[in-house]
């Protein structure tokens, strides 16, 4: 499967950005999908996933209450909307697909897309 995410961009804190990550190849619903970011200087790190099938999403803590993963299959396409967004968000934001059925670590991830950046000024 190949992933491709857009959407980011500068945003003041406070304000919302909604990513997208288009899916081509094998059937998108078939896996577990997520969102991953990573910082200058820091490790990439786990921001949200939603399972195959149902729909079943985790979140990191960090996020937790103010951004929302979600995914339309018949548009291959799995979005992460970000709302009250703060300085410490800005990062590349990284989509992934997984062959497991939900995944949160980064290794259980298989396919990567290019990344998109998201900046935050205060």
């Known amino acids: 499967v190949q992933l491709q995410a857009f959407g980011g961009g500068l945003v003041q804190a406070g304000g919302s950005l909604r990513l997208s990550c288009a899916a081509s190849?094998?059937?998108?619903?078939?896996?577990?999908m997520g969102w991953f970011r990573q910082a200058p200087g820091k490790e990439r790190e786990f921001v949200a996933a939603?399972?195959?099938?149902?729909?079943?999403?985790y979140y990191a803590d960090s996020v937790k209450g103010r951004f929302t993963i979600s995914n339309d299959n018949a548009a291959n396409t799995v979005y992460l909307q970000m709302n009250s967004l703060k300085p410490e968000d800005a990062a590349v934001y990284y989509c992934?697909?997984?062959?497991?059925?939900?995944?949160?670590?980064?290794?259980?991830?298989?396919?990567w897309g290019q990344g998109t950046q998201v900046t935050v000024s205060s």
């Open positions: 939603i399972s195959r099938g149902i729909g079943t999403t």
């Open positions: 190849g094998r059937t998108f619903s078939s896996y577990g």
């Open positions: 992934a697909a997984s062959r497991r059925g939900m995944a949160i670590k980064l290794p259980e991830y298989h396919y």
